[in-house]
Every structure is written in C-alpha cells, then in structure tokens.
C-alpha cells in the first residue's frame, strides 16, 4: 500500500506545504500560486488576483460566526492581503443530503451579510448534492477576483523593519476548540471572523511604499505566517512575547489542549511587516477600525537566526518557532 | 423537522432550480448568475467571465476520463459557452484521509493534461482534509476566469432558428452509469469529457453574429438544456428525435435502466442555436474537430408549443419533453 492522505496534508504546516511543493506544484506550472494567498494574473494587460478556498470547518456555526461568514471573510482577505480590492465571489456548495435547509438558508443570510459589509458581489455558484456519509453538513467553496487600485510597492524586507498585528490572536482557533471540546469556562470566547479589505486599504492608501508584507494568519497561524516569510531570507523574524495581545481565555484554552496561540488560527487578523518609520502610523490606523481596535507591534526583523521565526521570551529567554508538520487544530477553516 | 436537502436539489433538475431561485437567487442579489454557465463581470471595464464548479462524481476513474479532467474540462466548457477564451482556473481539493497518493498524481497529472489541451492555466489552489466518512476521496471544485476575445452579438431566438449539437449525445451520462451498474456489454462506452474552447472559438470568429446561444448540455442532457431555451419564450424548442445522433450502446444502457439518453449528461458536447442560414456552416466547422467530428442539425424553434421543448418522433408523434423535477444520474460530475 502506497502513502496514503492524512489529516496532516490539510493542516497548513509542513505536510501539506511538502504536498503542495512536491506533487502538486510540479503539475501546474512555476507560476502556481503556492505561496501567496491569491495569484496575480493578468487578463488583457490589467493585474487581477484570484484566489480560491473550500471551507470544511466543524462545527457550522460557532460564536462570532459560521462556515458561510468565514467562507465570504476568508476570501475577501485573501484578496485584500494582496493589495487587491475584492470585486466577485463564487459560491459552491457541497451539500449532503439530509442537511437541513433551514440551516443553509441560515449560512446563506450569512454570506450575504459578510459579502455587504465587505462590498463585495456573489456572481456565480454551483450546488452539488452528496450521499449521506460522503459530506458533513455543507462544505463550501468561495473563489474570488480583485482588482488593484493601489500599487503596491513590495519592498524588499530588512533587519529593523517591524511586524505588527491587527489585534488579539489565536481567537478563531481556540474559539472553536473550545466549543468542539465543551469547555464552558471559555463561553465568552468569540471567533474573530471579520473582513478585513476596508481597514487595509486604509493602511495602503497611507502608506503604499512603507508596507511590505500582508498576510492573515489563519490555518497555523501567526508563527506559521512568520516562518513563511522567514523561510530563504537571510534574516529570522523575532516576535516579542511581551508584546503579543492574547486574550486570557485563549490563553486558558491554549493551556488545557496543550495548543500555542501563535500556531492556532486567525480569521479576522491581518499581519503586516513594514518600514521602521511607518509602524506607529499604520498600528495608529488599525486602531482607528473596530476590526483592528488592539493592533499593536509585536516583533521585528533581526539578523539573528537567519531563515527562522523566534520569539523573545517574557523572561528574556530565547526560542525557535517550528514550522509543524502536522495540525494541530483540524478542521478551524 | 423542516425540509431537509436530497439528492434532488442537486440533480440540475426543478428541484435545484426551485432551490437556486427561491433560497440562493434572493440573497445572491438580481445579477447572480443562475441560468447561465458562468457570470459577466467587469474588472475596470474589461468584461470577465467567471464561474465555479464542484465536481463530487463516482467513480472517480472512468473510461474517457476522471475527476481531474472532468474539472477541468467543465469549468473551460463553461467559460466557452459563453464566447469567452479562458485564461486562468482555480483548483481546490477536498481530500478524504486515507486516499491514495498515487490516486491523487494520476488526478493531478490529469488536470495538467487537460488544461494544457485547453491552453488554460491553473494558477492557485487550496487543499483541505477531512477525516475518513466525511468525503468520498476526492472532491474538486474548479472556479475559471475568461476574456471576451470574439464580442458575441447575441440576438434574439426566432422561429426557423436551428438547434445543433455537435456529436453523439448522452456518452459521459451513460459511460458512468454503465460502470456503476457493471454492464459489460456497454464496456465499449467511454465518457466523452474534453475541451471545447478551441473548437468553439472556430464557430463564434466565423459566426459572429448567426449564433444566439451556446451551452454545454451537462446535468440533466440535452432535454433539460432545451427546456431553459424555451422557458419564458413565446416559441417552442423542436428536437427531430430521427437526426439525434445516439450510439446504440448509449440506447442499449438507457434501455435497461430506464435512462432516456436526451436527458443524460454530456461532458464534451455543445449545444448551439443559430440563425438558420448559418447552421450548416457551424455543422461544417464543427465535424472539422476531432471532438465534433458527429455534429449535426437536431431541432429548430418552432411557433408550436411555446415555452416547451418538445420531440417531433421518429414515428411521426409529437411528445412533450418535461423539465424533470428529482435527479435521474446522481453524482454524474
């Protein structure tokens, strides 16, 4: 028997970035998005991003949202993390049968909803229907088209440069976890599922040449984001522990499941790597959006560790951050 | 308990269409494409084609093709029969655990083969695992972008207008289910799943203006498509049941099971409504294809029955041919 698909190929850590570069990659071509959050292609001279994602979360619906919100949300930011402005949507439902339909027209409400506040159109979709026990409930697909309006000037990144955050991390993940484990004492912990398009281009629009790195730092989270960015460059990506917003009760839950809150999801957060100079200003803009009301500063580009994401300790210590092979959260997007 | 899905909302019959235009349709907002194959946008005035596929059929390896091809395929198709050149597609996966590796390559070796037939790029992805029984090991949603190379004038459909169809319809529908119910006398049958874009681009650059409508006749065949023509029009749509080019293995499996082959899917076929001075010219470019080598000239609108499509018999009869309202080939793509 051959290898087999593990849930580890799924999980945003080095599994399924090995599938990815391995046998996926190698079929479709060197310009494959793999990297990126969306692909920029180009259609008659004008630089369009697509981007694609299926969402196959458990449970549905959760606090601060459901699979449909999260579907619209987590494209949008794909788009948005590019410097692209988000302009349609496709929506393909997976269904199974006996999933009941007052709940589909609940997640549809839904997209709805998130696809208003992000100003974004569903133009297209398809719905497939699957046998009981080939599906779970709904699984959706939503793929997305932007435009640029701001040029986006990347600029190569530099010891010095900061690396902010847009607020709390790791409520998406823990949020879930809690629910799917029943720990009553986290109730008060909300997903942070939010489109995130109008508060970066706020950041853009001030400050197109200063910004030189966007991410949302979803499945693997905020360490998983920064070991990308790491990886081949010549200098590592420091994150001061002391500086990181991260809720108590993410914290408590980080602590009974034995899950670091900088590896667990993220799907209203956007990290930034910029310019020195420009750091202060652009956390001050977050600020001003309730999206990104607790954004702050929480690391820089170091000399130090070439190639690897570190932490700064609370204590003054000094710790790798790994890339994981495997999940550790399954099924958070 | 409220109304629960079943396999007929996905059968691309009544019951999805009821589905899309009563639950999906109001919350998408009027411009949602529905009837149509894929959605006209405009990206700073540039008109783009978009649409989104997800391909959930079993089995997954089938004479003709497979999954990969099929997704491929379909989402070029789509693109196609609108008049738009497809320039880039997407490709997610929802892999269930314990699938096979080598399945997986032979899936994706597939996917590269098509899309370079169809000069298509694949160009971002996502790859999503969900644990054993809640898949069926692979489910492909493909969403493609296309330009308008060939501005179509689309006029409206008259009476005289001639319906073509550009081969042997009924193959794919009937390959699939002649593998699942293991009829071995059909084991000549293969899918007829390919690319159409080439071919077709030949008929809109020659008839710009003679061709009112093109569709690729999937779910539900040749008769369902039929029915969307005639839906809301004051003409009838006549199929001339003699000049419907049918295999008679395609005959021979749709008489066991019961299978009317005008209503089974087609996954390398067009269906073309054109002025009737251009149809013979559109049959000539067509047999000039490998893939439409058996085109032919097979209805015309009538002022009979408007609204309807309808079969003039072989015999002489005239018979309504209904929109069905379950599906009739669960999971056929």
Chains 1, 2 share one sequence.
């Not at 009553?184 to 939010?194: N, T």
């Not at 580009?301 to 790798?320: D, H, K, M, Q, S």
Request: hydrophobic fraction near 40%.
């Amino acid at each position: 028997m051959g290898t087999r698909i593990t849930s580890g190929h799924g999980s945003g850590g080095k599994m399924m970035r090995d599938l990815i570069e391995t046998i996926i990659r190698p079929r479709f071509g060197p310009d494959t998005q793999t990297a990126d959050d969306a692909a920029i292609i180009e259609a008659r001279g004008l630089p369009l991003a697509f981007t694609t994602d299926s969402y196959t979360i458990t449970p549905i619906f959760f606090p601060g949202g459901d699979i449909g919100s999260l579907a619209v949300n987590g494209t949008v930011n794909d788009l948005a993390v590019m410097g692209a402005a988000p302009i349609s949507l496709s929506c393909a439902l997976i269904l199974e049968e006996g999933f009941a339909m007052d709940d589909l027209i609940r997640i549809l409400d839904s997209m709805k909803a998130a696809a208003a506040a992000a100003s974004v159109r569903i133009v297209t979709g398809d719905t497939k229907v699957v046998p009981h026990g080939k599906g779970d409930g709904v699984y959706i697909n939503t793929s997305g088209i932007g435009i640029f309006e701001t040029k986006v000037q990347r600029r190569p990144i530099a010891p010095g440069d900061r690396v902010v955050v847009s607020g709390f991390i790791g409520d998406h993940g823990m949020a879930i976890m809690a629910i799917r484990h029943n720990l009553s004492f986290a109730k008060g912990l909300v997903s942070d599922c939010a489109n995130l398009n109008h508060m970066i281009r706020r950041v853009t629009d001030r400050f197109p040449e200063q910004v030189k790195f966007m991410r949302d730092p979803t499945r693997g989270g905020v360490a998983t984001v920064c070991n990308e960015i790491a990886e081949g460059m010549p200098w590592g990506v420091k994150i001061i522990e002391q500086n990181l917003p991260i809720r108590e009760e993410v914290k408590g839950v980080g602590g009974i499941l034995g899950i670091d809150p900088l590896y667990a999801a993220n799907e209203g957060k956007v990290l930034i790597v910029a310019s020195p100079e420009s750091a202060e200003g652009i956390v001050e803009i977050l600020r001003a959006s309730p999206e990104g009301r607790d954004a702050a500063i929480i690391g820089e580009i170091t000399p130090e560790f070439p190639g690897r994401a570190w932490l700064a300790t609370t204590v003054g210590g000094r710790r790798l951050l790994p890339l994981l092979t495997e999940e550790q959260l399954p099924r958070i997007c």
